[in-house]
């Protein structure tokens, strides 16, 4: 009998790029069948309704699957400022009445709810809408957007909320946007996958994949490398975890999860790739 190759989603976005590249193109490439066009928010579906094995999930939507197992060690977060992640203001911060929320985003568009309501302490009407900055700004004060959209669009003469940059300034913490997670159903079928060693090829990859991207961002192939070797970290050490900890209790506290639920972690066999 054929063994059923275990299917995995990400995003396309270039920061997703060197968390799936292995699985591409690499070593681990005929180990699982890929989605690579799914946006953040629509990866979470895919996991929630069973369609998938395994995928890279807005850190919030761990809390509000069941069932899910984390992988240990890989994740998509900054120590400081992201760069692909803001909100793009008209106005300054205290005449910003209303925010449209790009509905690729689950973690951001709650970590920007928890921002305004915990240490901006302002009460501000929040819609979604497609990511596409000038339309989203054409209906709101400021737009909150994610992914390769936010490092292309005009920045000329906004108001940039870097939000990593703003959660550091505010608690201290590096901030985690989304995590690999598994089904705990699909345990078995994904334990020939090894998503550290592909992070680990995909950092090597950084330089060949912002070549790749830059073309179709319209960005130099430089600023592409500065951004994924010094905006983007792909660890998830102790000091992650403690941000993500603090991300997840203060999304508790403003309603946007039920609980904050202990993380079960994926066991990971040394050597499983
Ligand atoms: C840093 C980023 O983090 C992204 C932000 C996400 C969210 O807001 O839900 C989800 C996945 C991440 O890829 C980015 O894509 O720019």
């Known amino acids: 009998m054929a063994v059923e190759l ?16 292995d699985f591409l193109t690499g070593e681990q ?3 699982c069948r890929l989605i690579t066009d799914a946006a953040p928010a629509r990866c979470a ?4 309704q069973g369609d998938v094995a395994a995928a890279l999930i807005p850190a919030i939507e761990y809390q509000r699957i069941p069932g899910l197992l984390a992988v240990p060690g890989v ?3 900054s120590k400081h400022m992201v760069r692909s992640v803001v909100m793009a203001a008209k106005k300054p911060l205290p005449e910003i009445r209303t925010v449209a929320l790009d509905t690729s985003s689950r973690t951001s568009v709650s970590l920007i709810r928890i921002l305004f309501a915990e240490f901006y302490r302002r009460e501000v009407a929040f819609h979604p809408a497609p990511p596409d900055v000038p339309h989203m700004l054409s209906e709101a004060d400021a737009a909150v957007i994610i992914g390769d959209p936010a490092l292309t669009f005009d ?14 300034r505010l608690t201290g913490l590096p901030f985690v946007f989304a995590i690999w997670a598994v089904r705990e159903s699909a345990r078995e079928a994904v334990t020939g996958l090894d998503f550290v060693a592909a992070r680990d090829a995909g950092l090597c990859a950084r330089p060949a994949l912002a070549a790749r991207y830059a073309p179709r961002l319209g960005l130099p192939v430089e600023t592409l490398v500065t951004y994924l070797e010094e905006n983007i970290h792909y660890g998830l050490e102790a000091d992650d975890l403690a941000g993500l900890t603090h991300y997840w209790t203060l999304a508790a506290r403003h309603r946007l999860i039920d609980e904050v639920r202990p993380v079960r972690w994926l066991p990971v066999t040394p050597g499983c790739g």
């Open 6 to 21: 275990p299917t995995i989603a990400a995003s396309d976005y270039l920061n997703s790029a060197v968390l799936m590249e």
């Open 29 to 31: 490439r005929q180990r």
């Open 45 to 48: 579906e895919l996991l929630r």
């Open 75 to 77: 994740a998509i977060g």
């Open 155 to 168: 920045r000329t003469g906004l108001h940039i909320f870097d939000l990593a940059g703003e959660w550091r």
